[in-house]
């Protein structure tokens, strides 16, 4: 119980000190994520409370953008691009190249808890497809090797 | 001139010349594209050596991403060396040798740039197609300054365009102005920029204000966020003269959240901004008040439509809105609001500054200005250029891009983002230039050209496409949310060459219906894709239908439910 008070502590701190000036649930829940790398129940409790909206419209919104997840993630998560530009780059092979490397199935985290995997619509990196991001850090030009160097680098 | 910008160019001059001044300068490009090829790295490594004659500085990428890691140095005569693709060895060896030398170090070198004539063996920058083919207006600090410095962009004659709207002209003259150079909407739908001003302008509404719309969510398009990490006051700048023109309050930057690089570029332009007296109470001590913020959103697609746009700055569910009533009336919090796409508001300061006359005189005459394409996939130098309007895609995708980049020629094109088009050869002798690329079936939209040789599949190009637009439906309307599914599922069975005869009819019967049914372009152009493939390269789909085709190789996409979703926790 100890442990929730503290954490609510900590999500009111991170709620109430935005960077940004133009508070809404919206901000609140990317504030939390960006801190703790999740939104646990007492955040959706914590915003719905300072926002002074109900609990099922913070969740209305946190259910919607896909980037919001509920559960602690991994160490560090890797983003694997399927856009266009590196798909026809031959994007498919390495996602599928580190997903055996990480003995992960689909989006998820590794069995160690250290990796997760997202698949991401585009990094923006357009340019050096195929690319994969560490924790927003890009890598692009990827090819085998450099998959498994970044792999490697994961574990 | 007022005191106020006088003082400031002054300063600016000072700082320039504090780092220019007989020093050797070392400028690398650390863009997100440059990142992604280690380019952070290298500055790193430079910035850490003390070297009196030395200054190394970072500055977002000039365009030319094929050829990044890129360094220029530039000599204290002017004298500019371009060195591509340099690992972190290389770049010490050019450290080395300009800590002991002013001569030109060749090794590695791909181009110079030059007052004078320099015998060399390397070519001048402007003799290389893929730089003087371009045009840059909006773009014409890429490569050049750091960016949110706000003395170097001063240093370039920034802001002062917004010293001469507010002291020497009037908010009509400026939307006069912008009206006048037929600048359109460079975020998709093309629409008169004066003409969305005007209709905000004469609201005498107490709070206005005027949205900058970076949520670039397009695969294949990365000039947005381009603009906002390499030369981010242009952008402030630009959005200043908009809230004076439009007589509003206050602007937000809307971005999705991870884009770390232009979110952090934007953020310091603001904050200098503001610390200069260029934003908040009084600018320049003028009459004109203005304040901006950046908003972010979480990931989904559909934020980038304006009004879904409104809804996620307010914090709820980006979905689009029913129109009317329109943003110009009843927009962000029920106030009277004006939208604009990054590129556009980009070319705003220096409108104002040259005149629109000036701006006229480049492109067609429908589409005056400049395109700002960004090219990936199979081609020989991908990157962000910013071309005159009217150019052929041809010329683009040869002069600008180099061919392709295998023995295998370019078949085919995708273009306007994942609701654009598919382009076979028969369009690449269309100018680019809004009105003739609609003609051809495909939309210039953001600028985003991604390129196929002959081994992509065109099935396998709309498979991924229609994926994209099925995970991305935001889900208020049914047709594009249960159209894109249906679609995907049709074309995963035309992948795996288990077709249905009458498939094409029922992806056009879904594609009209998502047409009529849907609010935002996500629904009404999801059918895109489909349509303009099937002009180009009916055949080719008609042998997928009859099963003739190889099954394509499963393609791994996410699904809308994800591992610890809500559904999960709540059930």
Redesign the interface.
């Given at each position: 119980m100890q442990d929730s008070e503290n954490l609510r502590k900590d999500i009111r701190n991170y709620i109430s000190n935005q960077k940004r000036k133009t508070v809404t649930v919206l901000s609140s829940l990317l504030a939390v994520q960006d801190s703790i790398h999740y939104i646990p129940d007492e955040a959706i409790e914590e915003i719905s409370i300072h926002c002074k909206v109900t609990i099922n419209d913070v969740w209305s919104v946190a259910s919607f953008y896909t980037n919001f997840r509920f559960t602690p993630p991994g160490e560090k998560t890797l983003d694997v691009c399927w856009g266009p530009s590196c798909h026809i780059n031959g994007a498919q092979k390495l996602i599928t190249q580190a997903h055996e490397e990480l003995n992960i199935e689909g989006e998820g985290e590794s069995e160690d808890n250290k990796v997760t995997l997202r698949y991401s619509t585009c990094l923006g990196a357009c340019a050096q497809s195929p690319v994969f991001a560490i924790d927003h850090k890009m890598y692009g030009k990827l090819n085998k090797s450099r998959v498994t160097k970044i792999i490697d680098s994961l574990k | 001139m007022t005191e106020e910008y006088k003082k400031l160019e002054n300063l600016a001059n000072d700082y320039i010349s504090k780092l220019y001044k007989d020093k050797v300068v070392i400028k690398v490009q650390t863009g997100?594209?440059g990142?992604?090829?280690g380019a952070d790295e290298i500055f790193k490594l430079l910035s850490s050596k003390n070297e009196k004659r030395i200054n190394v500085i970072e500055v977002g990428s000039m365009g030319l991403?094929?050829l990044?890691p890129l360094l220029v140095v530039i000599l204290p005569n002017g004298d500019k060396i371009f060195y591509a693709n340099v690992t972190e060895e290389i770049s010490e060896r050019i450290f080395e040798h300009y800590s002991k030398s002013y001569e030109i170090l060749k090794e590695n070198s791909f181009a110079y740039e030059s007052s004078r004539n320099i015998e060399s063996s390397i070519p001048s920058i402007n003799d290389l197609p893929q730089f003087s083919k371009q045009l840059r207006i909006a773009t014409r600090n890429f490569g050049e300054i750091t960016p949110g410095d706000i003395y170097q962009y001063i240093s370039t004659g920034g802001y002062s365009a917004l010293n001469k709207a507010l002291f020497e002209m009037s908010p009509e003259d400026v939307v006069e102005e912008v009206k006048n150079s037929g600048l359109r909407g460079r975020g998709g739908a093309a629409f008169p920029t004066g003409l969305k001003w005007s209709f905000l302008a004469p609201n005498k509404a107490p709070t206005k204000y005027v949205l900058c719309n970076c949520e670039?969510?397009?695969?294949?398009?990365?000039n947005d966020?381009g603009i906002l990490e390499t030369d981010p006051h242009t952008l402030v700048e630009g959005l200043i003269l908009n809230g004076f023109a439009t007589n509003s309050n206050k602007s937000?930057v809307f971005i999705r959240?991870?884009?770390?690089i232009p979110i952090n570029a934007i953020e310091r332009a603001i904050k200098e901004a503001y610390d200069k007296g260029l934003l908040g109470q009084n600018i320049l001590g003028s009459n004109f008040s203005f304040d901006m913020?950046?908003?972010?959103?979480?990931?989904?697609?559909v934020a980038g439509e304006e009004t879904a746009l409104m809804e996620?700055?307010?914090?709820?569910?980006?979905t689009p809105r029913f129109k009317p009533p329109f943003p110009a009336a009843s927009g962000l919090w029920k106030k009277p609001t004006n939208i604009n796409n990054v590129k556009t508001i980009s070319y705003v300061p220096q409108i104002i500054k040259n005149g629109s006359d000036w701006f006229k005189s480049t492109g067609t005459e429908k589409s005056s200005g400049t395109a700002i394409v960004?090219?990936?996939?199979?081609i020989t130098r991908?990157?962000?250029y910013e071309i005159p309007m009217g150019m052929t895609i041809e010329e683009v995708l040869d002069d600008v891009g180099g061919g392709s980049n295998s023995d295998k020629e370019i078949k085919m094109l995708?273009t306007g983002g994942?609701l654009g088009g598919v382009l076979g050869k028969e369009a690449f002798a269309t100018k680019i230039d809004f009105d003739e690329m609609a003609k051809s079936g495909a939309i210039l939209g953001s600028g985003?050209i991604?390129v196929?040789d002959d081994s992509?599949s065109v099935v396998?190009?709309i498979r991924?496409?229609i994926a994209?637009n099925q995970?991305?439906s935001?889900g208020k309307c049914f047709p594009c949310r249960l159209g894109n599914t249906h679609m995907y599922d049709v074309l995963q069975r035309l992948a795996n060459s288990k077709s249905n005869p009458n498939d094409l009819q029922l992806l056009e019967r879904i594609g009209k219906s998502m047409k009529i049914g849907s609010l935002c372009g996500h629904g009404q152009l999801g059918y895109n894709p489909i349509s303009s493939s099937l002009k180009y390269f009916e055949s080719e789909i008609i042998d997928s239908i009859n099963n003739k085709i190889e099954p394509l190789?499963t393609?791994?996409?996410?699904?809308?439910t994800?591992?610890?979703?809500?559904?999960q926790?709540?059930g």
């Open positions: - | 997100t594209s990142q992604a090829v991403m094929y990044e670039e969510g397009d695969p294949g398009a990365y966020k937000y959240q991870g884009h770390d913020e950046v908003a972010l959103t979480g990931d989904s697609y996620a700055i307010e914090g709820k569910r980006s960004c090219l990936s996939g199979h991908p990157g962000m995708q994942p985003g991604i196929c992509v396998d190009l991924n496409l994209f995970f991305e935001c190789e393609m791994l996409t996410p699904t809308r994800r591992p610890n979703s809500t559904e926790k709540i």
